[in-house]
């Protein structure tokens, strides 16, 4: 199954690429750069599923202290780390030229940085404590509390004047954008999410795995 | 004219293709070493008693 979603996730990628170069339109104001924003808001979307199914499985593993619960949020956080943190890189390297800076502290690059440091901090907790029982429970709890973060970035656009523009997809009244730009963002967000489920599947079973060997 | 900047799309895309096949290859590395200690773990290559 692992396999299978792997190459359904490298076909996804594949076709997002065409898609964001051969599809979508030269923006006008931009121009090309504009292109960065079919990698950049993927992966930024698919942190927030990642950083959302950890809140949920911390939940499931305080309730029933499922070892299974545990390894998904362990995997989700390393994920969404890596997608966040390549979601911060590219957004800087589209600043650059669009901005005339790498960086600002607006409210949703700060927020959304404060997000990153939280989520490498719930790596850092779980990596430092030697027992796995009391790893999972601290870390269980600072996940759940991380995650209130989430609305706080994603709103943050709306609560505060900022240099980074609105939502392209989530955002009151949906997409209003031409179609031509729509499709290759869907196309790029299914593969990215797609992406993110195959390094979990994948890390979910290492964890196991890991589990097994050390007992 | 606007300019394109096609060193920063580059960039952009070339840095998040690097990371996540890093990342993919982590993954494969641990497998392997995991592989090897459960070999070796078996009940086949523990020493007789």
């Known amino acids: 199954v692992i396999r299978t979603l792997g190459w359904l996730t490298i076909v996804e990628l594949l076709v997002g690429l065409v898609m964001a170069f051969g599809v979508a339109p030269r923006e006008v104001t931009q121009g090309n750069v504009q292109r960065i924003m079919y990698v950049h808001v993927p992966l930024i979307l698919a942190s927030y599923v990642a950083f959302g199914v950890l809140a949920v499985a911390s939940v499931v593993y305080l309730i029933r202290r499922d070892a299974a619960a545990d390894r998904v949020a362990h995997a989700s956080g390393e994920v969404g780390v890596l997608f966040v943190g390549l979601g911060i890189a590219t957004g800087s390297i589209w600043g650059k030229p669009t901005w005339g800076t790498w960086w600002t502290w607006d409210a949703r690059l700060t927020s959304v940085a404060i997000l990153f440091v939280m989520y490498l901090g719930y790596l850092l907790l779980r990596g430092t404590i030697d027992d796995p029982e009391r790893a999972a429970r601290y870390s269980a709890v600072l996940g759940i509390v991380a995650a209130l973060d989430i609305p706080l970035v994603h709103f943050s656009v709306y609560w505060w004047r900022t240099l980074h523009q609105p939502p392209s997809l989530m955002k009151p009244g949906g997409f209003t954008g031409s179609t031509s730009i729509l499709w290759p963002l869907l196309v790029n967000l299914l593969a990215f999410v797609l992406l993110y489920a195959y390094f979990v599947a994948h890390r979910v079973r290492l964890l196991r795995a890991e589990a097994e060997v050390t007992a | ?49």
Do not use: I, M, N
């Open chain 2, 1 to 49: 004219v606007t300019a394109d900047h096609w060193t920063f799309v580059t960039a952009a895309y070339g840095l998040t293709a690097a990371a996540l096949v890093l990342y993919w290859r982590r993954l494969a590395r641990k497998e392997r070493e995991l592989q090897t200690l459960a070999r070796k773990s078996s009940p086949q290559h523990r020493p007789r008693a």
